[in-house]
């Protein structure tokens, strides 16, 4: 007996090309990734996928821009009964969490900065929305320990946490030292 398949709404089959093409983009990267294994991962042809998009690289875009206008401006909560320390920690703790949610979205998206001159540098863009933030905490960071934020929030692409304990206790150490 053959399995009836649901018909997707135009959305909803956008987003099923959009889920498979990131899966096929982190594995592959964007040069080995053709739209016949995009469609292939969707479980759609090709043709279909051509309704929805003209090009490799409309895909890659769309799989992309959620990754660069997300809101990065997560900030520190400025209750008053939270110590600067404690504030801080939520603030590097969100940041930490949205590049483990997005890992390979966000490692791609650095791979691939060159080839596609994306206009925003996400590096850069975190650093200056991180150094704001720093400054509503009344924490004035030099140059220095900016670089050392952003590389140790960088990290957790290729080193994440095993456990919350790790990760509060990697996080406390970056608080302690940015307040010393």
Known sequence: MEEKRTRLSKEDRKQQILDAA???FIEKGYASTTTA??????D???VTLFRYFSSKQEIFESVIQPILNAPIQQN???DSTYSKSEQLFALISKRVDFIKENQGVIKLLLIEHERFDIKQNYIQKMSETMKSQMIDLEVQLDDSRMRLL???LLSFLYFPAKSKKEKDT?????VDYLIS
């Open 150 to 152: 952003i590389g140790m």
């Open 170 to 174: 990697f996080i406390q150490g970056i």
């Open 37 to 42: 294994s995009i469609a292939k991962q969707a």
């Open 22 to 24: 990131k899966e096929v």
């Open 44 to 46: 759609i042809s090709e």
């Open 76 to 78: 520190a909560s400025t």
